[in-house]
């Protein structure tokens, strides 16, 4: 089944989106919400796995100041603002209930949404929920998603790059020492490497924000405060990502914790089966 793009309008201008052609068959839509940097076209492959695993019509959205989409309003927005939009942009396109999923700064906003709207949304997946500790957050706002602006001499090109590439291999990606470094996850091939670097090159001037917002969010009060059935996604076989998410779900109403494998077919087998 095609992927297809379009544009729907919101107060703020055009939200991109992509969705999955001609797929209304009277199951809810699952909403899909991005992690930082970039837009839904990372989300395209989980799109696929998810068509091939027999989910419901999807579509994910490109987060304001992201992607194709345009810029937020505020200066300093935080995710409140940006779950409002998304809720916003699913009006517009005449969705009134739908199943939700979203990835790091995608589960931020999509915790905010089940707070704002729980008798929209049917199953409330999350990818990468958590809350940083005050030291951390302050050297995040301070170094991680810096403001940034075409240069004389094409400077933001080759910072572009090297941003989400360095992203791959350390965590916070500009601590690069032994302590730091990420081993679980490959360096991207050459191709996905370009698409990432193209994608925050599309809103440089914007990608920063929704990064900003998610570095505040209060993640575990605010998932105290959804009352959906929520699944808290955790590395298979990982205690410590296990352990983690489960110290979150066990200050939820309707929260739990559920492993999920490491490749797209995975993660789209896992999402299917808690939305069927």
Same mark, same amino acid.
């Given at each position: 089944?095609?992927?297809?793009?379009?544009?729907?309008?919101?107060?703020?201008? *055009?939200?991109?989106?992509? =969705?999955?052609?001609?797929?209304?068959?009277? &199951?809810?839509?699952?909403? +899909?919400?991005?992690?930082?940097? %970039?837009?839904?076209?990372?989300?395209?492959?989980?799109?696929?796995?998810?068509?091939?695993?027999?989910?419901?019509?999807?579509?994910?959205?490109? !987060?304001?100041?992201?992607?194709?989409?345009? #810029?937020?309003?505020?200066?300093?927005?935080?995710?409140? @603002?940006?779950?409002?939009?998304?809720?916003?942009?699913?009006?517009?396109?005449?969705?009134?209930?739908?199943?939700?999923?979203?990835?790091?700064?995608?589960?931020?906003?999509?915790?905010?949404?089940?707070?704002?709207?729980?008798?929209?949304?049917?199953?409330?997946? +999350?990818? %990468?929920?958590?809350?940083?500790?005050?030291?951390?957050?302050?050297?995040?706002?301070?170094?991680?998603?810096?403001?940034?602006?075409?240069? /004389?001499?094409?400077? *933001?090109?080759?910072?572009?790059?090297?941003?989400?590439? /360095? *992203?791959?291999?350390?965590?916070? @990606?500009?601590?690069?020492?032994?302590?730091?470094?990420?081993?679980? =996850?490959?360096?991207? /091939?050459?191709?996905?490497?370009?698409?990432?670097?193209?994608?925050?090159?599309?809103? +440089? &001037? !914007?990608?920063?924000?929704?990064?900003?917002?998610?570095? !505040?969010?209060?993640?575990?009060? =605010?998932?105290?405060? $959804?009352? $959906?059935?929520?699944?808290?996604?955790? #590395?298979?076989?990982?205690?410590?990502?296990?352990?983690? *998410? +489960?110290?979150?779900?066990?200050?939820?109403?309707?929260?739990?914790?559920?492993?999920?494998?490491?490749?797209?077919? /995975?993660?789209?087998? !896992?999402? #299917?089966?808690?939305?069927?």
């Amino acid at each position: 089944m095609e992927i297809e793009r379009g544009f729907v309008r919101i107060a703020e201008g *055009q939200m991109h989106l992509r =969705r999955t052609a001609g797929s209304e068959d009277g &199951r809810p839509p699952l909403v +899909l919400l991005h992690p930082s940097p %970039g837009s839904s076209i990372q989300l395209v492959p989980l799109m696929e796995a998810l068509v091939a695993a027999g989910a419901p019509p999807l579509i994910a959205l490109d !987060t304001l100041g992201n992607g194709d989409s345009a #810029a937020p309003a505020p200066e300093t927005p935080d995710i409140a @603002y940006f779950a409002d939009a998304a809720l916003r942009a699913l009006d517009a396109l005449g969705i009134a209930r739908f199943h939700l999923f979203g990835a790091l700064t995608g589960a931020r906003m999509a915790c905010e949404m089940a707070v704002m709207a729980p008798d929209r949304i049917g199953q409330l997946i +999350l990818e %990468g929920m958590g809350e940083f500790d005050a030291e951390l957050q302050a050297l995040l706002l301070d170094r991680y998603a810096p403001e940034m602006a075409p240069h /004389d001499y094409g400077y *933001q090109l080759l910072w572009a790059f090297n941003f989400v590439r /360095d *992203q791959a291999t350390h965590f916070p @990606y500009f601590l690069r020492d032994p302590a730091h470094r990420t081993m679980s =996850r490959a360096v991207p /091939d050459a191709d996905e490497l370009h698409m990432r670097a193209v994608e925050v090159l599309k809103a +440089l &001037r !914007t990608y920063h924000k929704s990064y900003r917002a998610a570095f !505040t969010y209060p993640g575990r009060a =605010r998932l105290a405060a $959804v009352t $959906v059935p929520t699944s808290l996604l955790a #590395a298979q076989g990982n205690a410590d990502a296990i352990a983690d *998410q +489960l110290s979150y779900a066990d200050g939820m109403a309707n929260g739990q914790v559920v492993e999920c494998g490491s490749s797209v077919a /995975d993660k789209a087998a !896992t999402l #299917a089966g808690l939305i069927r």
